[in-house]
């Protein structure tokens, strides 16, 4: 059983900046698929960004060039560093490993 903690929402301006973290109790980040993930109220769950075997990283049109995913080397953490964000952007974000997920964080951005 791996479990997932996301952490680092908050409420933010558009145009600002956020980073989320999602540490797992096991280093299974190293080499395996992961992807960040979120929900906005009456909307599906979608996928904004992924890494998959630990190195290549894909991202969402909508979120390319202002989202960055990244993980550390000991592959406990993974991060989504999120920029010039805006108002569409907002919703639940969640960590998402095999069939593993956090109980997300909140992401929400101003006009």
């Known amino acids: 059983q791996v479990q997932l903690e996301e952490s680092g929402g908050g409420f933010v301006q558009a145009g600002g900046s956020l980073r989320l973290s999602c540490t797992a109790s096991?280093?299974?980040?190293?080499?395996?698929?992961m992807g960040w993930y979120r929900q906005a109220p009456g909307k599906q769950r979608e996928l904004v960004a992924s890494?998959?075997?630990?190195?290549?990283?894909n991202y969402a049109d909508s979120v390319k060039g202002r989202f960055t995913i990244a993980r550390t080397a000991n592959g406990y953490t993974v991060f989504l560093q999120m920029n010039s964000l805006k108002p569409d952007d907002s919703g639940i974000y969640y960590c998402?490993?095999?069939?593993?997920w956090g109980q997300g964080t909140q992401v929400t951005v101003s006009s």
């Open positions: 998402n490993y095999r069939q593993f």
């Open positions: 096991e280093s299974v980040f190293r080499r395996n698929d």
């Open positions: 890494l998959i075997g630990g190195g290549t990283k």
